[in-house]
C-alpha cells in the first residue's frame, strides 16, 4: 500500500482513523461488558444445585444467590447514570468493570453461602455502575447518529446473545464446577484492560446526585425483596418480615415524594403520565418476570424433580437460545411492516401462551418435549422487547432519552428479583415444588396477558 507524499494536515497520522479505530475499541469494550452483565443474571441458575450441595442451605439461600445481583443491579441503576458523568464514562465504565471482576473471583472463591450472596451483591452494583457507562461510551464514540444506532445495535446483540446463551453456557461450565461460571469473568476482565488501555479518557460533567432518593430506592427495593423472600420461609407474621415490608412501604413514599419535590429527580414523575411510557415499563416487568422467573424454576425442576444433569438441563434450553436469537432478527422487520404495537402485542401473548402450556404438562411429559415447549416463551420475548424500548424512546424528549432507558432497566431487573423472590417462596410452600411452579406460571401468564391487551392500545407516535 503507498503512501501519499503530499503534506498532510494531520502530521501523525490521520485523525478520522485514529477515531474510527478508538470508536471500535469502545464499541468491543461496551459489548464485552453488556454480555458479561448480562449474562451473569442468568448463568447461575442451571448451577443452583450444585451450590446447595457445596454450601449448604435452602431455596431461600439459592434466591438470595440469585437477587443480591439484580437487586443491588436494580436499585443502583438509577444513580449510576449521574455518577457516569461526573467521573466520566470511560472512567466510571473501567471502575465498574473492575468491581464487578473483583467479586467474580470473590464469589468463585466463596467459602459459605454467605460469602457468596455479599460477593453477588458487590457484582451487582459493578453491573449497575457499567451499564449506563456502556451507552456514554458509544454516544462519545460514534456521534453521528446514523453509526450510533448500528453501534447500539450491535450491543444490544451481546445482550441479547448473553441472554440467550445464559443456561446452557452455564450447564456446561458447572460440569466443571460451579465455580467456574465465576471464574470464566476472569479472562474477560484481562480482555478488558487490553480495551481499556486504548479508549482516550472521557470528559467530566457537572451532573446532579439525588442522594434521597437513592438511599430511599435501596431501602425499598432491598425491604420488599427481603420481605418476600424470608416469608417463603418463615411466613408473612413473623416479626422481621412485617418490619421489612414496613420498612420498604415508607422508604416508597419516602421515594415518591422525593421525586416530586426534589430538584434533580432520578424518575421525573410526569413520565408516567404518557400511556407510550408506563405500557413499555410494565411491559419490560412482565417479560422480566415471565423469563427469568421460568428459567429460576426449571433449571430447579429439571435437576431436582427430572433427574437431569446440569449439562441436560442447559441443553434443555438450547431450542428456545436458537429460535430467540433468529427472532432478534424478525423483531425488527415486524416493526418496520407492521409498526411496534403488533409485535408487542403478538410477542407477549405468544410468551402467555407457552407458560400456560407449561402450566398444565403433566410431569411425566419427556424432558425433550419440554425443551421444546419452552421455544414459544424465548421466541415472543425476543419479538416482544425490542418494540417496547422503540416505543419507549418514541414517547419521551431527546434529552430524557437516557433517563427513561434507566426506567426501563430498573422495571427489568427488579421484574427478575420479584420473580425469584416470589416463586421461590411459592414452590417452598407447603403445596410442593410442582403445585407452586404451576401457580407462578399462571401468575406471569395473567401478567403478560393484562399487558398484552394493554399494549393494542398504543398509537404511533407522530413523525415532524
Avoid at 113 to 134: I, K, N
Avoid at 297 to 326: H, K
Avoid at 411 to 425: D, E, K, P, S
Amino acid at each position: 500500500m503507498s503512501i501519499p507524499v503530499t503534506p498532510s494536515r494531520h502530521p501523525l497520522g490521520s485523525v478520522p482513523a485514529q477515531r474510527a479505530s478508538g470508536a471500535g475499541w469502545a464499541l468491543a469494550a461496551a459489548v464485552l461488558g453488556f454480555f458479561v452483565i448480562t449474562l451473569d443474571a442468568l448463568v447461575v441458575n442451571v448451577a443452583l444445585p450444585s451450590i446447595r450441595d457445596d454450601l449448604g442451605g435452602g431455596v431461600t439461600g439459592l434466591q438470595w444467590v440469585m437477587d443480591g445481583y439484580t437487586l443491588m443491579f436494580a436499585a443502583l441503576l438509577l444513580s449510576s447514570g449521574a455518577l457516569s458523568d461526573r467521573i466520566g464514562a470511560r472512567q466510571a465504565y473501567a471502575a465498574g468493570f473492575a468491581l464487578f471482576i473483583a467479586a467474580s473471583a470473590a464469589c468463585g472463591l466463596a467459602p459459605g453461602l454467605g460469602t457468596l450472596v455479599a460477593a453477588r451483591l458487590v457484582q451487582g452494583a459493578g453491573a449497575a455502575v457499567m451499564l449506563p457507562a456502556s451507552m456514554a461510551l458509544i454516544r462519545e464514540a460514534y456521534p453521528d447518529p446514523a453509526k450510533r444506532a448500528r453501534a447500539i445495535s450491535i450491543w444490544a446483540m451481546g445482550g441479547a446473545v448473553a441472554s440467550a446463551a445464559g443456561p446452557v453456557l452455564g450447564g456446561f461450565l458447572t460440569l466443571l464446577s460451579w465455580r467456574a461460571i465465576f471464574f470464566i469473568n476472569l479472562p474477560v476482565g484481562v480482555a478488558a484492560l487490553f480495551l481499556f488501555a486504548r479508549i482516550a479518557r472521557s470528559p467530566r460533567r457537572d451532573a446532579p446526585f439525588d442522594r434521597t432518593g437513592q438511599v430511599a430506592a435501596v431501602l425499598a427495593m432491598g425491604g420488599l425483596t427481603y420481605g418476600v423472600i424470608e416469608a417463603g420461609a418463615d411466613g408473612f407474621g413473623t416479626p422481621r418480615v412485617a418490619a421489612a415490608l414496613g420498612l420498604a412501604a415508607v422508604a416508597l413514599v419516602v421515594f415518591l415524594t422525593s421525586q416530586a419535590r426534589g430538584a434533580h429527580p432520578m424518575v421525573p414523575l410526569d413520565l408516567f403520565r404518557s400511556r407510550g411510557v408506563v405500557i413499555p415499563l410494565l411491559g419490560g416487568f412482565a417479560f422480566t418476570v415471565g423469563f427469568y422467573g421460568l428459567v429460576f424454576l426449571l433449571s430447579l425442576y429439571f435437576q431436582e424433580l427430572r433427574g437431569l444433569s446440569s449439562l441436560g438441563t442447559g441443553l434443555a434450553f438450547l431450542p428456545m437460545t436458537i429460535v430467540t436469537a433468529f427472532m432478534n432478527l424478525v423483531a425488527a422487520r415486524a416493526a418496520e411492516r407492521f409498526g411496534a404495537r403488533v409485535p408487542i402485542s403478538a410477542g407477549l401473548f405468544l410468551m402467555a401462551v407457552g407458560l400456560l402450556v407449561l402450566c398444565v404438562v403433566p410431569q411425566s411429559t419427556p424432558a425433550w418435549l419440554m425443551a421444546l415447549l419452552l421455544v414459544p416463551v424465548g421466541a415472543g420475548g425476543a419479538l416482544a422487547v425490542p418494540s417496547l424500548t422503540a416505543v419507549l424512546l418514541d414517547n419521551v424528549p431527546a434529552d430524557r432519552a437516557g433517563t427513561a432507558s434507566g426506567v426501563l432497566n430498573t422495571f427489568r431487573q427488579m421484574g427478575g428479583a420479584l420473580a425469584v423472590a416470589v416463586y421461590g417462596a411459592l414452590i417452598a410452600a407447603q403445596g410442593g415444588f410442582l403445585h407452586g411452579m404451576r401457580v407462578s406460571l399462571l401468575i406471569s401468564t395473567v401478567l403478560l396477558l393484562v399487558i398484552a391487551a394493554a399494549s393494542l392500545m398504543l398509537r404511533p407516535v407522530p413523525k415532524n
